[in-house]
């Protein structure tokens, strides 16, 4: 793939934690997580980022997005190199890469509505020229992550889990992003939840063209949305290649002993087809 397939890279990715000098006595030495991490999205991919506990999955999906600062490394998005791009300017940026988190009560603020929670950004970000068209776009985007109306009138712990996270999806794909970071969005769900959730960002992400970077524990999630995947360990590129390859024949050891770990089975294919239920039970 050529560099300008890429919407996303970095490349020679260090992050260490804790490096900057402190302002009262000796400077930190810190803790490096990513030792120089090659990664490619191409427009219109979804990859998956994979690894154990602590190999580094989150840090290299927020240092793409330039949320923790690198140490070490360039990336570039959309052929422009963000690496040291001031705050100022990367801030134009963020409605075009967005985060999709594990807990979506962290990210959808308890006390507003859910109408709230999905107008107002539409809005701030001028995608819309008023607020009734905002609440049109709102009502529509709602129908295609398949959640009843009511949920517009609701605050977001009277919605179940799975719910929430179609909010957050909802809420990501009406900015309509070019980039979307999934961070274990399905780890807390039950397992028919999660494939029908998966579901939903699969279509989603093929009809808005989006490129996707996909973190997971678990690789049967990995295998049921990813193109291509990247198995990360101790904050280095142990392996990557297409998905189907690297689960079927995996080069390393190491990606072979993750295999070898998964309990099956979890995301059953056939599941990924099916149709989503409107209504689910409220989260107790
Ligand atoms: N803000 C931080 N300050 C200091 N160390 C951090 C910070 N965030 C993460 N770390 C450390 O960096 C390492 C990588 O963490 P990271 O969360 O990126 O891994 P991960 O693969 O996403 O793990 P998990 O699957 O448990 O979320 C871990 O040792 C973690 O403790």
């Not at 940026?93 to 603020?109: E, G, H």
């Not at 794909?173 to 579901?199: H, M, R, Y």
């Not at 279509?203 to 997971?216: N, T």
């Amino acid at each position: 793939m050529s560099v300008s397939d890429n919407l996303l890279s970095g490349k020679g990715i260090e992050v260490t934690y804790g490096a900057k000098p402190h302002l009262f006595g000796p400077p930190g030495h810190g803790i490096k997580v990513l030792h120089g991490v090659d990664i490619d999205i191409g427009r219109g991919e979804t990859v998956g980022i994979v690894g154990e506990s602590g190999s580094g999955k989150t840090t290299l999906g927020r240092a793409l997005l330039r949320l923790v600062d690198v140490t070490a490394g360039a990336i570039h998005f959309d052929g422009k190199d963000i690496t040291r791009l001031p705050a100022t300017d990367i801030r134009p940026l963020r409605r075009r890469m967005q985060m999709i988190f594990q807990d979506p009560m962290a990210s959808l603020n308890p006390r507003h509505t859910i109408r709230r929670i999905l107008v107002e950004p539409l809005l701030l970000h001028r995608l819309a020229s008023d607020r009734k068209d905002a609440e049109r776009r709102v009502a529509k985007i709602l129908e295609r992550v398949t959640l009843p109306q009511a949920c517009l009138d609701r605050n977001p712990h009277e919605l179940s889990g799975g719910q929430r996270q179609r909010i957050g999806i909802a809420r990501a794909a009406l900015l309509k992003p070019d980039f979307v970071l999934a961070d274990e969005i399905v780890s807390g769900l039950d397992v028919s939840t999660q494939a029908q959730v998966l579901n939903l960002l699969k279509e989603l992400s093929r009809d808005l063209g989006l490129s996707m970077a996909f973190i997971s524990h678990d690789l049967s999630v990995i295998r049921a949305v990813c193109d291509r995947v990247y198995v990360l360990r101790h904050g280095r590129v142990e392996e990557e290649g297409d998905c189907e390859r690297v689960f079927t024949a995996p080069a390393s050891a190491y990606t072979r002993m993750l295999l070898d770990a998964i309990p099956l089975p979890e995301i059953d294919p056939k599941w990924l087809g099916r149709e989503s239920l409107m209504e689910e039970a409220p989260a107790a």
